[in-house]
C-alpha cells in the first residue's frame, strides 16, 4: 500500500498507515529584530548589532573530567565543549560510561530536555512506538564500537529499559531513537557552501553551513549544543552537534576533511529492514579516510543501504563537491554520485559560480529525482522550500564575490530578508537554524554561530571561534602557521 505523506519538519516518514503529523510549526516566524540597527538588510554593509540590545552570554564555567580521566565537559555559555579520549586505552563502552557520568553530573537538565523534545515531536504513543520499532530494525548494523558508546553513556541515565514517554527521564532505546532521529525521522531542512581555488580569498577552502533542525517549542536543542573531540590517533574527529549525540552532522577529521548533512526527501517508500545509519556511517568515513574522494567512496558503497535520501557537503583544502546520495527512489535505481560546480543539473537549474558549490535541499544531478518540491507540502501546500535558497547562495556568492572571504561566508550565511525567516522566501537563516558553521580545512580553524539558549534570534548570527583540540596531519604545503592545540572557550 502506497503510504501517506506527513506534511511536517520533523516527522516520522512514511509509514504503513497514514501517520498524524509531529507536531505544526510555521515556517514564517520573524527574527526578532536588532532595536539599534537602521537597515533593513542583514547582508547589507552595515554597523555590527548591538550586543548590547540583548542579555550577555553567560562565561565558562569550569572544566569537568570524568572518574577514569578520559572525558572532559565545560559550559561554554554557547555550548558544550566536550573531549572523548580513546588514545590512554580506554574502550569505546568506558568513554560512554564516563560521557554518560559527566552528563547526570553537571548537566542535569540533558534527561528532562531531551525528553521534553522527543515527547513534543512524536506527540504520541503511536509514532513514539513506530520511531522504537525502526531503531530496532535499524540497530543490527551498526558499527559494534558505536553501540558500546551509546549503551555506555544510557548506563549512567535515569531511563534504563523503561521506555516511557513524558518521564523526564532518557532509556536506552531512547537514546538510540535520539542518535538515529536522522535515519527514522526527517531533518527537512539545512544549506550550506564552499568557496576554493579562484572563488575563494586565499585560494583555500571555505567550507559553511546552516544547520536547520526545529529546536523545539522550549528550544530544548540549544540548552545541549555541543562540540566533541574525539581523540583517537588518525581517527580524531571534531563533531559540532548536541550532547550524546554520536554521529556526524557537521565533522571533520585531523586531516581537514569537513562534512555535513543535509535531507533531502523525494516522498519514497520508506523502509529501516537492513539498513544502516548514515550519519554513524559518516563518522566511520572521516575516521577512516584521508580525503573526499575517500569518504565519498565509503558513503556511495552498493552495499551499504540507507533508509532516507541525503545530501553530503565534503571539502578539503583544495576542492568542494556535494555527494548526492539519491538511495531511494519512487522509479529507477538509486543515483549514488559527487556533484561539482561544473557537473549537470537538471535542465532548468544552473549554478555558473567556478570553484563553488552550493547545497540545499533537494537532488540537482541531472540524472537524480527532482525532489525541489518538499515531499511533505507538494500536494497540499504547493511551496517550494528549496528554489529561493538556492537562487540566494548564488545571488550572494556572486555579491560576495569574486574573491569570497570567511567574512563573506559567515555573510552570506546571515542572509535573510527584512524581518523574515522563511524557507520559503529564500531565507538562509530562518527561524530553524540551531547552528551556522564555517571551517577552513586548511588551519582546522573552526568557527560556530550557536543558537541562543534563551531563543532569542540575533538579525546577525554571532560566530565564536572554537579551538580545534586536534593536531592536524597535514602536508607541509598545507601547514597552517598556528594550530590551536584546544584550551579555554573563546569569543569573537
Known amino acids: 500500500m502506497r503510504q501517506k505523506l506527513v506534511p511536517h519538519l520533523l516527522c516520522i516518514c512514511c509509514a504503513a498507515v497514514s501517520l498524524p503529523a509531529f507536531g505544526q510549526v510555521s515556517a514564517d516566524m520573524p527574527i526578532q529584530p536588532n532595536e539599534a540597527s537602521t537597515s533593513n538588510s542583514v547582508h547589507a554593509k552595515e554597523e555590527p548589532p548591538n550586543a548590547r540590545s540583548l542579555p550577555p552570554i553567560a562565561p565558562p564555567g569550569p572544566v569537568f573530567t570524568s572518574s577514569r580521566g578520559n572525558v572532559t565537559l565545560q559550559d561554554c555559555g554557547t555550548h558544550f565543549d566536550v573531549v572523548l579520549n580513546l588514545e590512554n586505552g580506554a574502550t569505546h563502552r568506558q568513554i560512554g560510561e564516563e560521557y554518560g557520568e559527566l552528563l547526570a553530573a553537571h548537566v542535569p537538565q540533558f534527561e528532562k530536555e531531551l525528553d521534553s523534545y522527543i515527547t513534543e515531536f512524536a506527540r504520541n504513543w503511536f509514532i513514539y512506538k513506530i520511531g522504537l520499532r525502526r531503531v530496532g530494525q535499524i540497530k543490527p548494523q551498526l558499527s559494534q564500537e558505536y553501540k558500546d558508546e551509546i549503551e555506555g553513556i544510557a548506563s549512567r541515565l535515569t531511563g534504563g529499559t523503561t521506555n516511557a514517554l513524558g518521564d523526564g527521564k532518557i532509556s536506552k532505546d531512547e537514546l538510540y531513537l535520539y542518535n538515529l532521529l536522522g535515519d527514522v525521522a526527517r531533518l527537512f531542512q539545512c544549506s550550506a557552501l564552499a568557496v576554493y581555488g579562484e572563488s575563494s580569498s586565499s585560494g583555500q577552502t571555505i567550507v559553511g ?261 586536534l593536531q592536524p596531519i597535514v602536508s607541509a604545503a598545507r601547514l597552517p602557521s598556528v594550530v590551536s592545540n584546544g584550551g579555554p572557550c573563546q569569543h569573537e
Open 209 to 469: 553551513r546552516n544547520f536547520d533542525w526545529p529546536p523545539g517549542k522550549k528550544n530544548q536543542l540549544s540548552q545541549v549544543q555541543s562540540v566533541v573531540t574525539v581523540k583517537n590517533g588518525d581517527k580524531s574527529i571534531v563533531n559540532v552537534a548536541c550532547l550524546g549525540f554520536q554521529g556526524a552532522v557537521t565533522a571533520f577529521n585531523r586531516y581537514g576533511v569537513f562534512a555535513s548533512v543535509n535531507d533531502s526527501p523525494t516522498g519514497a517508500h520508506y523502509s529501516a529492514k537492513k539498513r544502516r545509519s548514515y550519519l554513524l556511517d559518516l563518522r566511520q568515513a572521516l575516521e577512516e579516510n584521508r580525503t573526499v574522494d575517500g569518504v565519498a567512496k565509503f558513503m556511495t558503497d552498493r552495499d551499504k543501504l540507507y533508509s532516507c535520501n541525503h545530501l553530503i557537503t565534503l571539502a578539503e583544502t583544495d576542492k568542494a563537491v556535494v555527494l548526492e546520495n539519491n538511495v531511494g527512489r519512487k522509479k529507477g535505481e538509486p543515483v549514488r554520485a559527487i556533484r561539482a560546480s561544473e557537473s549537470q543539473m537538471h535542465d532548468d537549474v544552473t549554478w555558473g559560480i567556478p570553484d563553488s558549490v552550493g547545497c540545499v535541499n533537494c537532488f540537482r544531478l541531472k540524472f537524480a529525482d527532482d525532489n525541489r518540491m518538499s515531499a511533505f507540502h507538494k500536494k497540499k501546500l504547493k511551496r517550494d522550500p528549496n528554489s529561493g535558497r538556492w537562487e540566494s547562495l548564488k545571488q550572494q556568492l556572486k555579491q560576495h564575490g569574486p574573491k569570497v572571504t570567511v567574512d563573506g561566508v559567515k555573510e552570506i550565511l546571515s542572509y535573510h530578508h527584512p524581518h523574515t525567516a522563511s524557507i520559503y522566501k529564500g531565507d538562509i537563516y530562518n527561524k530553524f537554524t540551531v547552528q551556522s558553521v564555517v571551517f577552513q580545512p586548511g588551519s582546522l580553524k573552526l568557527n560556530v554561530a550557536f543558537r541562543r539558549r534563551d531563543g532569542i534570534m540575533h538579525p546577525q548570527l554571532s560566530f565564536v571561534e572554537v579551538p580545534v583540540k
